[in-house]
């Protein structure tokens, strides 16, 4: 550490030059990691709300109590807006990411197992779903069973089945996937696993602020949360398709039961009785604050408006794609996540020529192709994402550059 600090004009200057060098986060040329909204008003809410909240910590309910009841409205909204009856008491918590959520709902999944006499239960993980299963194999001491996709990059229920044992704590739906956008056979999934009295997991992770809305504007989408029969546990981002900056997701359950053992309790601490609902101990305010206040100022008619704008950007890109040669998407995409695939050309040039064009369009490795999540906030760009893209293709040949590793971006 410095001795002497640096003035604050110096360091915002430093901190300028230093963004500078990394994607602008608003200019809509990622396609993941950020979701730009294209919504200025919602920013400024964002950014007031995060104002008041900047030192808060929802660590402590006793001590901030309205902090913890706006996370209770928040849990609230989100479970009913995903199925969960009305009137009945919403379970779950805020934590700070999709990671940490499918974290929570793997554990609770093995203390269930575990109270079932497993002592190393196993969780059913389809080929497609979140690097976030084996994080939680890793942490939690459960073994992790890799279930392949069918011809239609869809989980495939049939091997599900096959695959579950007597030490299966949880099978894992995705509604939709990461890799391909596509939505997991999730009633078929939860069916299996309720026939064999196991849990079911939906990571809607991506879909929870898409798929409700989808729905709404008529859409064909197959049921994918607690109104499935089976489905136990419901992870749900707001920090993605919920516009608001990261730190911000929730673990559902079905059951009040279920809840209880995501949850940590120690009391053998001169400093009194610990409790936490979530991995981490103190919690940020302002990811609450920010979604309570993004959710009820949008509610449902402004997220479904912002889904039929998005729509609109997803089926530009689509037709676009339709029409250049030799590239087709990868299965059927529900909504905003879309991957392409070739057999003629080298995909993996074509996004190096959009990269020096300013697009960072993201590898796949499996199959080898290009991902792309698109956000409300490409509207703007659209028409030239696929102009330069239409180029791109033009440039790159069949020749496919030596594999290299993909990385998640
Ligand atoms: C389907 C799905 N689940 C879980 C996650 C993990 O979320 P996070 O990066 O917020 O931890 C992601 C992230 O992209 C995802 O796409």
């Given at each position: 550490m410095r001795e002497p600090g640096i003035d604050r004009d110096t360091l915002l200057e430093q901190l300028s030059a230093r963004q500078a060098l990394e994607p602008d986060v608003h200019a809509a040329k990622l396609f993941g990691l950020v979701y730009p909204s294209g919504r200025p008003d919602?920013?400024?809410?964002?950014a007031a709300v995060n104002a008041r909240y900047l030192f808060g910590n929802a660590l402590n309910p006793f001590r901030f109590p309205e902090l913890a009841g706006l996370e209770r409205e928040v849990v609230d909204s989100v479970a009913s807006l995903l199925g969960r009856p009305a009137g009945e008491r919403p379970v779950g918590a805020m934590t700070s990411g999709g990671t940490e959520s499918i974290l929570l709902a793997m554990l609770a999944h093995r203390e269930r197992a575990r109270r079932r006499g497993i002592e190393r239960p196993e969780i059913i993980v389809p080929q497609s779903a979140h690097p976030a299963y084996a994080k939680a194999a890793h942490y939690f001491d459960l073994d992790l069973v890799h279930v392949p996709l069918d011809e239609h990059w869809r989980a495939d229920t049939g091997a599900i089945r096959k695959a579950i044992?007597?030490?299966?704590?949880?099978?894992?739906?995705?509604?939709?996937?990461?890799?391909?956008?596509?939505?997991?056979p999730v009633a078929e999934i939860a069916g299996a696993a309720a026939d064999a009295g196991v849990g079911c997991h939906v990571d809607a992770c991506i879909g929870a602020f898409v798929l409700p809305f989808l729905e709404r504007l008529g859409h064909d989408v197959p049921p994918f949360d607690f109104r499935v029969p089976g489905v136990t546990t419901i992870s749900a981002d707001v920090h993605k398709y919920g516009y608001v900056p990261k730190g911000a997701s929730l673990v559902l359950h079905r059951d009040d039961d279920w809840f209880e053992l995501q949850g940590f309790l120690y009391d053998q601490?001169?400093?009194?009785?610990?409790?936490?609902?979530?991995?981490?101990?103190?919690?940020?305010?302002?990811?609450?604050?920010?979604?309570?206040?993004?959710?009820?100022?949008?509610?449902i008619e402004g997220y479904t408006e912002i889904v039929s704008g998005l729509m609109e950007v997803v089926s530009k890109v689509r037709s676009a794609v339709a029409e250049i040669d030799g590239i087709e998407l990868v299965g059927d995409p529900i909504g905003p996540v879309l991957a392409l695939q070739s057999e003629t050309l080298d995909l993996y040039a074509v996004a190096e020529t959009m990269e020096d064009r300013g697009w960072y369009l993201n590898k796949l490795t499996s199959p080898r192709g290009l991902h792309l999540m698109l956000s409300p906030g490409h509207a703007a760009v659209v028409d030239q994402l696929i102009s330069d893209l239409?180029?791109?293709?033009?440039?790159?040949?069949g020749a496919p550059t030596p594999q290299e590793t993909a990385r998640y971006s």
């Amino acid at each position: 550490m410095r001795e002497p600090g640096i003035d604050r004009d110096t360091l915002l200057e430093q901190l300028s030059a230093r963004q500078a060098l990394e994607p602008d986060v608003h200019a809509a040329k990622l396609f993941g990691l950020v979701y730009p909204s294209g919504r200025p008003d919602l920013e400024e809410l964002i950014a007031a709300v995060n104002a008041r909240y900047l030192f808060g910590n929802a660590l402590n309910p006793f001590r901030f109590p309205e902090l913890a009841g706006l996370e209770r409205e928040v849990v609230d909204s989100v479970a009913s807006l995903l199925g969960r009856p009305a009137g009945e008491r919403p379970v779950g918590a805020m934590t700070s990411g999709g990671t940490e959520s499918i974290l929570l709902a793997m554990l609770a999944h093995r203390e269930r197992a575990r109270r079932r006499g497993i002592e190393r239960p196993e969780i059913i993980v389809p080929q497609s779903a979140h690097p976030a299963y084996a994080k939680a194999a890793h942490y939690f001491d459960l073994d992790l069973v890799h279930v392949p996709l069918d011809e239609h990059w869809r989980a495939d229920t049939g091997a599900i089945r096959k695959a579950i044992t007597g030490r299966t704590a949880v099978v894992v739906a995705s509604a939709f996937c990461y890799p391909y956008g596509v939505m997991d056979p999730v009633a078929e999934i939860a069916g299996a696993a309720a026939d064999a009295g196991v849990g079911c997991h939906v990571d809607a992770c991506i879909g929870a602020f898409v798929l409700p809305f989808l729905e709404r504007l008529g859409h064909d989408v197959p049921p994918f949360d607690f109104r499935v029969p089976g489905v136990t546990t419901i992870s749900a981002d707001v920090h993605k398709y919920g516009y608001v900056p990261k730190g911000a997701s929730l673990v559902l359950h079905r059951d009040d039961d279920w809840f209880e053992l995501q949850g940590f309790l120690y009391d053998q601490w001169g400093a009194g009785i610990y409790g936490s609902a979530a991995i981490a101990g103190a919690r940020p305010a302002s990811p609450v604050a920010c979604s309570w206040a993004v959710i009820n100022h949008l509610g449902i008619e402004g997220y479904t408006e912002i889904v039929s704008g998005l729509m609109e950007v997803v089926s530009k890109v689509r037709s676009a794609v339709a029409e250049i040669d030799g590239i087709e998407l990868v299965g059927d995409p529900i909504g905003p996540v879309l991957a392409l695939q070739s057999e003629t050309l080298d995909l993996y040039a074509v996004a190096e020529t959009m990269e020096d064009r300013g697009w960072y369009l993201n590898k796949l490795t499996s199959p080898r192709g290009l991902h792309l999540m698109l956000s409300p906030g490409h509207a703007a760009v659209v028409d030239q994402l696929i102009s330069d893209l239409v180029e791109a293709v033009k440039t790159a040949d069949g020749a496919p550059t030596p594999q290299e590793t993909a990385r998640y971006s």
